[in-house]
């Protein structure tokens, strides 16, 4: 019997309405339009505004949205997995929010946190639950809500961050579609460049860790730049040259959305044309989990069955990785 693959059988996505734009940053912080857009590409992002409301209630949204776009009844849906680095709290999962709030009463669920990977984990992980046919159908949430862990008097990261959730269903097949192999790497030495260093075990919230900011999102942003670059353009081509497909081959590249220099620079080391990389960062900025599905569904209608994707992720831990899809169906 050949091989069960897991294939990407339909995207939903949910942005939050509030647009933050860089001109109302620039009456926040010290910054302009002019140096947010030429050092990022960002124009603009989402803030999920609200008393109460956690990146669950984005990420629902994009679940409902993929159920109902391929006819999915949700007590078929066997696993759950959100990647996400701002849960609704710190525990229970928010996969498991997600599920209930859903109809998707048959599924058990986790959260994978891997920072601006979380994303591509998720997909491999819950791909190895199809792949030896012991589940059907499996949906995939990369979620954040960036606003909630940004320190907004922060110019170097406060431009870059916001809020969105995408998710994809896996289905099994005996075809050669869908995700056909992916290499993943970690470095928990990136601790010291890309962090939140207070709220969890080691440091608990006190009133210190308050009034110091120690809550907020802290990176040197060019160190994480250097290693951005290296580590998604050399493990993506490895995945490539392992399946022996050259840049001419791929149809789309779809790079976490962390700066467009980095986007860039990343298809440029690769050797893919401009015209062949997914890029939303001007809308959205990086909304960590919620970057790669995100693409997906704003790019869904331009993919077509057999097209040869790259996903390819940097991010803190560092994280980092690289997985190839062969898509499975005509956008619509
Ligand atoms: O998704 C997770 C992974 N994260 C990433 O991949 C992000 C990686 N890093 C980056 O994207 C970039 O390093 C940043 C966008 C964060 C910063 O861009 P940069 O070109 O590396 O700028 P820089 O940090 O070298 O700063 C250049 C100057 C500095 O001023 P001085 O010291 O040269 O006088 C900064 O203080 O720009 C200043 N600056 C700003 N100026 C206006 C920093 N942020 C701002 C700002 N507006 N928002």
């Keep these: 019997m050949s091989k069960i693959r897991a294939m990407i059988t339909g995207v939903g996505g949910y942005v939050p309405d509030y647009v933050l734009t860089n001109h109302e940053l620039e009456t926040m912080i010290d910054t302009s339009d002019e140096w947010i857009t030429t050092r990022t590409g960002i124009e603009e992002r989402r803030i999920l505004k609200g008393e109460g409301k956690g990146t669950s209630v984005m990420a629902i949204e994009a679940v409902k949205e993929l159920l109902v776009k391929t006819s999915t009844n949700p007590e078929e849906i066997d696993l759950l997995i959100c990647a996400t680095v701002t849960p609704d709290r710190v525990f229970p999962a928010t996969a498991n929010i997600i599920a209930t709030n859903v109809g998707a009463v048959n599924a058990f669920g986790f959260d994978v946190e891997a920072a601006c990977s ?27 809500k960036m606003s909630s862990i940004i320190n907004y008097t922060d110019r170097t990261t406060c431009i870059l961050f916001g809020d969105g959730a995408g998710a994809v269903l896996l289905e099994p097949t005996n075809e050669e579609y869908g995700i056909m192999d992916f290499i993943h790497k970690s470095d928990g030495s990136g601790v010291e460049y890309l962090h939140m260093k ?107 069955k057999g097209d040869n994707i790259i996903l390819a992720a940097f991010g803190g831990g560092f994280t980092w990785g690289s997985v190839y899809i062969k898509w499975a169906y005509d956008g619509k």
Excluded at 118 to 144: N, R
Aim: with cysteine; hydrophobic share 40%.
């Design 118 to 144: 979380g994303f591509i984990y998720s997909l491999s992980t819950g791909s190895q639950f199809i792949e030896t046919g012991k589940y059907k159908k499996v949906i995939i949430v990369g979620a954040d």
């Design 198 to 304: 207070s709220g969890g075990s080691q440091s608990p919230a006190s009133h210190r860790t308050v009034d110091a900011k120690e809550h907020f999102v802290f990176q040197e942003g060019v160190a994480v730049f250097k290693f951005a670059v290296t580590n998604m353009a050399d493990y993506a081509a490895e995945v490539m040259k392992r399946n022996n497909l050259t840049a001419n081959d791929i149809a789309w590249l779809v790079p976490h959305q962390a700066n467009k220099r980095i986007l860039d620079a990343t298809a440029r080391r690769m050797g893919i044309e401009d015209n062949k990389v997914m890029m939303n960062i001007q809308k959205y900025g990086n909304t960590t989990g919620g970057t790669i599905p995100l693409c997906l569904w704003d790019f869904e209608s331009k993919l077509k």
